[in-house]
T-cell receptor, first 117, second 113 residues
Framework: AQTVTQSQPEMSVQEAETVTLSCTYD???????LFWYKQPPSRQMILVIR??????QNATENRFSVNFQKAAKSFSLKISDSQLGDTAMYFC??????????????FGTGTRLKVLA | DAMVIQNPRYQVTQFGKPVTLSCSQT?????MYWYQQKSSQAPKLLFH???????NEADTPDNFQSRRPNTSFCFLDIRSPGLGDAAMYLC????????????FGPGTRLTVL
């Protein structure tokens, strides 16, 4: 069974600083997707960034980037120039590629990030 | 704007009194999901529809049912809510199975008295 582990329940970072959230996962599949979702307080969950496992290049979206280490099954999220609006719960999620058969998101337990002014 | 809408945002019900939560989408996505999220926990998948094909998770209690009368709407029925069913219920959509990002609604927070 696939599992997703986020070992940092809570983190804080000063505004404008850089922070890295860790995520490890366990799977025997070779084709899959990885995601980071952000859930601000009392607001809906939105996609931050996604990574296809077959791509070696790390995904980037503006201030957000990932460090995808497939062999180590590690998928960390780096937030550069942190902003107060980045304060949220961050969930790492794993999804098997459709061609593998069954699919669904497996979420980690989340990391609560607080950006300090 | 295309989006996933959940109504109501807050629902209070009494122990054992049936309740229905609603989700609608303007994305014309084929897949709709229902998740249960308890405080500070990861969302837990309850079931999903691929078009009209219903897929129940093995550990979803029988107390929970779902209906999808058309592409745009999906309902979550809790037949006899218990105190343990108090949670945030998230609806999400996806264009097709396992091929794309899931888009989440804002959630319905259910309180059971």
């Amino acid at each position: 069974a696939q599992t997703v582990t986020q070992s940092q329940p809570e983190m804080s970072v000063q505004e404008a600083e850089t922070v890295t959230l860790s995520c490890t996962y366990d799977t025997s599949e070779s084709n899959y997707y990885l995601f980071w979702y952000k859930q601000p307080p009392s607001r809906q969950m939105i996609l931050v960034i996604r990574q296809e496992a077959y791509k070696q290049q790390n995904a980037t979206e503006n201030r957000f980037s990932v460090n995808f280490q497939k062999a180590a099954k590690s998928f960390s999220l780096k937030i550069s120039d942190s902003q107060l609006g980045d304060t949220a719960m961050y969930f790492c999620a794993f999804m098997k590629h459709a061609t593998s058969g069954t699919y669904k998101y497996i979420f980690g337990t989340g990391t609560r990030l607080k950006v300090l002014a | 704007d295309a989006m996933v809408i959940q109504n109501p945002r807050y629902q209070v019900t009494q122990f054992g009194k049936p309740v229905t939560l609603s989700c609608s989408q303007t994305l014309n996505h084929n897949v709709m999901y229902w998740y249960q999220q308890k405080s500070s926990q990861a969302p837990k998948l309850l079931f999903h529809y691929y078009d009209k094909d219903f897929n129940n998770e093995a550990d979803t209690p029988d107390n929970f049912q779902s209906r999808r009368p058309n592409t745009s709407f999906c309902f979550l029925d809790i037949r006899s809510p218990g105190l343990g069913d108090a949670a945030m219920y998230l609806c999400a959509t996806e264009w097709s199975k396992g091929t794309d990002t899931q888009y989440f609604g804002p959630g319905t927070r259910l309180t059971v008295l």
